[in-house]
């Protein structure tokens, strides 16, 4: 598959375990932050977004966490499976569609 | 329904060179972004398109350029390819260009090679 990053930070985890990826954002006006999970081979795919004036949002087996006070950003995927093994990037959206991506993270989910 | 296309998938240009990438959004969609990702640098925006218009436009040079049609669909061109402007080119597809539309569908990419 294509590298989406050859020196992303990693995390391991195994099946079944919870996971939590973090990211630190610097724009204090973005509107939302969203985040985005990627396949090898496939463009980013859209997981969950947080506007600004909140500061927990729950999906299916995700949640986003938003401490604005020290700017930072949190996924946290519950029952991790298999699937979930790919880069996450977070992304702040301020005017228009214009997205600002963090480095990414790469999940390896160990059976 | 359909989802982002891009093409061509791969694509080998030499330096010098210039080349011309083409996406499709999803339809009813009107605003279009194009990203490029490298293993150094990671994503960045490159421009956003919403009825024909560039409406945002990040920080590369004046060789990397773009347009939209009547139809929505894409283009984004490059001039003079330099061996730094190999990466993955990513399009993404919007509904609208409101800041509350978060939901960006990308496409797959095309890979541009330069030797």
């Known amino acids: 598959g294509e590298s989406v990053g050859l020196h992303l930070p990693t995390l391991s985890v195994q099946e079944g375990d919870n996971s939590i990826i973090n990211c630190a954002y610097s724009n204090s006006a973005s509107d939302y932050f969203i985040w985005y999970k990627q396949e090898s081979g496939k463009g980013p795919q859209f997981i969950i977004d947080?506007?600004?004036?909140?500061d927990k949002r729950q999906g299916q087996r995700v949640t986003v966490l938003l401490n604005k006070t020290v700017k930072h950003l949190s996924l946290q995927i519950a029952a991790t499976q298999p699937g979930d093994s790919a880069v996450y990037f977070c992304a702040e959206k301020a005017a228009g569609n214009k997205l600002t991506f963090g480095g990414g993270t790469r999940v390896l989910v160990k059976p | 329904k359909a989802g982002v296309t891009q093409t061509p998938r791969y694509l080998i240009k030499t330096r010098g060179q210039q080349v011309t990438l083409s996406c499709s959004p999803i339809s009813g969609h009107r605003s279009v972004s194009w990203y490029q990702q490298t293993p150094g640098q990671g994503l960045q925006f490159l421009f956003e398109y919403f009825s024909e218009t560039q409406r945002n436009k990040g920080n590369f040079p004046g060789r990397f350029s773009g347009r939209q049609f009547s139809n929505s669909r894409s283009e984004m061109n490059v001039s003079t390819l330099e061996l730094g402007d190999s990466a993955l080119y990513l399009c993404?597809?919007?509904?609208?260009?409101?800041?509350?539309?978060?939901?960006?569908?990308f496409g797959q990419g095309t890979r541009l090679t330069v030797v």
């Open positions: 993404a597809s919007s509904l609208t260009a409101g800041v509350w539309n978060t939901e960006a569908f």
């Open positions: 947080i506007r600004s004036n909140m």
